[in-house]
């Protein structure tokens, strides 16, 4: 089985920046594709980036695109997610996840339906 944890969440002001890691433990973390999800109050479970086993491919949802990074070191079973000029409104949970079957598209990679090991989530705070 594969335990993961996320760390880096805390409180950050409109335009600031923030970095997420993932530490994943059991498994084969360096065959796993990765995810980045985030869910405020009274919202559902929405994607924001995903990154191939092998790095070949990255995917960022369009709100988030030019501004986060996804990134991963599988030397360290950890995984990373970069944020920049962070907005009030993307106050959220952020949950990193893993999978470890081939999803063909990037939209099938979006969905937390397709990623089998989730973390526990950590809280990002964006102050107005």
């Known amino acids: 089985q594969v335990h993961l944890v996320e760390s880096g969440g805390g409180l950050v002001q409109t335009g600031g920046s923030l970095s997420l890691s993932c530490a994943a433990s059991?498994?084969?973390?360096?065959?796993?594709?990765l995810g980045w999800f985030r869910q405020a109050p009274g919202k559902e479970r929405e994607f924001v980036a995903a990154?191939?086993?092998?790095?070949?491919?990255?995917y960022y949802a369009d709100s988030v695109k030019g501004r986060f990074t996804i990134s991963r070191d599988n030397a360290k079973n950890t995984g990373y997610l970069q944020m920049t000029s962070l907005k009030h409104k993307e106050t959220a949970v952020y949950y990193c996840?893993?999978?470890?079957?081939?999803?063909?598209?990037?939209?099938?990679?979006?969905?937390?339906?397709?990623?089998?090991?989730w973390g526990q989530g950590t809280q990002v705070t964006v102050s107005s």
């Open positions: 059991g498994g084969t973390f360096s065959s796993y594709d």
């Open positions: 996840a893993v999978d470890q079957y081939y999803r063909p598209s990037s939209y099938l990679r979006s969905l937390a339906r397709n990623y089998a090991y």
């Open positions: 990154e191939r086993w092998n790095v070949a491919n990255t």
